[in-house]
């Protein structure tokens, strides 16, 4: 009896706990069991449609084109003729098992990029035979298509998943693709879309049977949002033509807005070269080209003293501290002497000599010397000169120099703004204008990126604020509606002190350094500056050819278009950097280049600065570099 009762206590507590777990799996987990680790479920991805990219006149940036990838799912393969599915493939049996290999330590159950992206003649041959392979199949896949041969260090570029990233990842997995700069990352999570997920139950043959508890745990795709960019890519590519067989940056900003209009590095690459089974290949040569350097963006990244633009922002400071006025003069005998000895002397080349030299004229002619009293009054008003310096930093850091601006691209360089600190630390707090007397004319140790030029010409253009750079213009055709880039921002420069500024930038195309390159019926307003290079050579120092610089806004009533070039290695700014300045100018605003300049045009389109850059790739390491 007692035995009896034993067996049916047995049988009723395995049932309980039978029917408690089958509670747990199918009640209690229900919908939000994971079937994932289920071998007999077989995942199915159905990717959406990346979302596109155009400019701000709505011209395709970035399309789309359909691709093919032999996935495979380690844990469902099976024997096969390894011989004959390496043919089908066209790798060697090598390859098959160091791409399995891989597969296996990613996830042996999860699905894993075996072969991407598979020329369409070899996937229509391979879908008939791929039935024969167990655990493999064909996954389609969006790719990226540029019908532009421009802005790749604007767009940037997908590529795959690494497994790092996919183990960590609630969303991705080994393979798939992901934005990895520019646009592309930035705005990866607009442009991806939602994938969708199929999920089908298998038989103990390996064969799918229908869909896993009828379609309860599957998803439809959806599809990425469309991006417009403030880009101008009319404007753009003119500019990389321009700057073809030459070194640097251009950047164009809508100063009523910040809409970045042209972001231009130089050398730069075709985007296509990252696309498709090229693209490893590819990216090797560029991304170690260390020489031209054409995957580094140098509008945003690469740090230049500004040289003598920045002349501008010394006379905005002296203008708001009281040291200077319109009418204020200061003698120019060739440059400035700021010491005792021969070598303490600031050459100039403004061409005038021992004649009393006002603001407007100092700028139009780029006098060291005037600029070079007036830091000095700036540094030692109150016969202060650590804190005198930071009352300086604190002006110049408002137009957002030595800082990263916000702007919404992944690179950036903050450049460098000194402070009383840095000095001090230095100079063991012994030292006053004098000693850094070279940051009157944008020279010593402050360094610009191109951005921030073209951002502090906006600041200048617009007498007092600017908005935060940007290259998103609209996510679905729809205005964003950020804050961060449609709220003005102060400097510390009051309205009217900008005036006098401007009509000095005026003349310098009129009468001044770019008069050369005036442009009829546009009013330019500008600054040339040239930036000095050295190389040290065994312990001596040996100059090289100038960087070319250019800042400019037109026109000079309600500005359209503010602008910052750099041309690495080109000579006074007033021989390349001003002709490309106008001619961008013009182009942007008149849609063309008119019959009086397409001399301008064609010397700069021929112009190389090759042989240059071959030369001082010839150099040793250690370069230093200055301004005048």
């Not at 969006?142 to 969303?171: D, H, M, Q, T």
């Not at 990252?274 to 040569?285: C, D, E, H, Q």
């Not at 009054?377 to 016969?383: G, P, Q, S």
Request: glycine fraction near 8%; aromatic fraction near 12%; charge should be positive.
């Amino acid at each position: 009896m007692q035995r009896s009762f034993l067996l049916y206590f047995l049988i009723t507590l395995v049932g309980v706990v039978f029917i408690g777990r089958l509670f747990q799996l199918q009640i209690v987990r229900g919908v939000n069991y994971n079937p994932i680790r289920n071998s007999a479920v077989k995942i199915q991805y159905d990717y959406p449609e990346r979302g596109y990219i155009y400019d701000r006149n709505r011209k395709l940036l970035v399309a789309n084109e359909l691709s093919y990838d032999v996935m495979v799912q380690p844990n469902q393969v099976k024997s096969i003729d390894t011989l004959e599915f390496c043919n089908l493939l066209k790798i060697d049996k090598k390859s098959f098992l160091k791409r399995l290999d891989k597969a296996k330590k990613y996830a042996s159950y999860l699905p894993s990029v075996f072969l991407k992206q598979l020329a369409k003649e070899d996937f229509a041959y391979l879908q008939e035979k791929l039935h024969k392979y167990q655990g493999f199949y064909i996954q389609k896949r969006i790719i990226r298509e540029y019908p532009f041969n421009a802005a790749a260090n604007v767009l940037g570029y997908i590529g795959e998943v690494s497994e790092a990233i996919a183990i960590k990842s609630n969303y991705y997995e080994a393979g798939e693709l992901i934005g990895k700069d520019g646009i592309e990352r930035q705005y990866e999570s607009f442009l991806r879309g939602e994938k969708g997920k199929k999920y089908l139950q298998r038989n103990n043959l390996n064969k799918v049977t229908g869909s896993y508890k009828n379609g309860v745990f599957d998803t439809l795709p959806e599809n990425g949002k469309d991006l417009t960019l403030t880009l101008d890519i009319d404007l753009q590519r003119y500019g990389q033509k321009l700057m073809s067989g030459k070194r640097g940056g251009i950047v164009a900003i809508e100063p009523a807005t910040g809409e970045i209009l042209a972001l231009i590095t130089a050398p730069s690459y075709n985007p296509n070269m990252l696309v498709g089974r090229k693209r490893s290949k590819n990216s090797v040569l560029l991304f170690n080209d260390t020489v031209s350097k054409p995957s580094f963006d140098r509008g945003l990244l690469a740090a230049y003293p500004p040289g003598s633009p920045f002349k501008m922002m010394n006379a905005l400071i002296g203008l708001q501290e009281g040291v200077i006025n319109e009418k204020t003069h200061f003698f120019c005998y060739n440059g400035y002497k700021y010491g005792r000895s021969k070598d303490a002397f600031m050459g100039c080349h403004c061409g005038i000599y021992a004649k009393p030299i006002r603001l407007k004229t100092a700028i139009a002619r780029s006098c060291n010397s005037y600029f070079s009293n007036t830091y000095k009054r700036i540094v030692e008003k109150d016969n202060k000169p650590s804190a005198g310096l930071d009352n300086w930093h604190k002006h110049v850091t408002s137009f957002g120099l030595g800082n990263y601006l916000g702007y919404d691209l992944p690179a950036g360089s903050p450049g460098l703004i000194p402070d009383g600190k840095y000095y001090d630390k230095w100079y063991k707090y012994s030292w006053n204008a004098s000693t850094n007397i070279s940051n009157a004319i944008g020279q010593g140790e402050i360094l610009t990126t191109p951005i921030q030029l073209a951002n502090f010409t906006a600041a200048i253009a617009n007498k007092g604020f600017f908005y935060t750079p940007h290259i998103l213009k609209e996510v679905s055709k729809k205005p964003i509606d950020n804050p961060k880039y449609t709220t003005p921002k102060q400097t510390t420069i009051d309205s009217k002190h900008f005036s006098p500024v401007i009509e000095a930038m005026h003349q310098v195309f009129k009468t001044g350094t770019g008069k050369w390159s005036q442009v009829d019926g546009i009013d330019i307003c500008g600054k040339t500056g040239t930036a000095e290079n050295f190389a040290i050579i065994d312990d001596q120092k040996i100059q090289l050819p100038d960087h070319s610089i250019l800042v400019a806004f037109a026109p000079k009533k309600n500005p359209k278009i503010a602008l910052a070039i750099f041309v690495e290695n080109g000579g006074y700014g007033s021989t390349i950097a001003a002709p490309i300045t106008s001619l961008m100018i013009e182009k942007y605003l008149n849609g063309k280049i008119s019959d009086k300049n397409r001399y301008r045009e064609k010397n700069m389109l021929n112009l190389s600065l090759e042989d240059i850059y071959a030369k001082l790739n010839q150099k040793p390491e250690g370069f230093a570099s200055g301004t005048k």
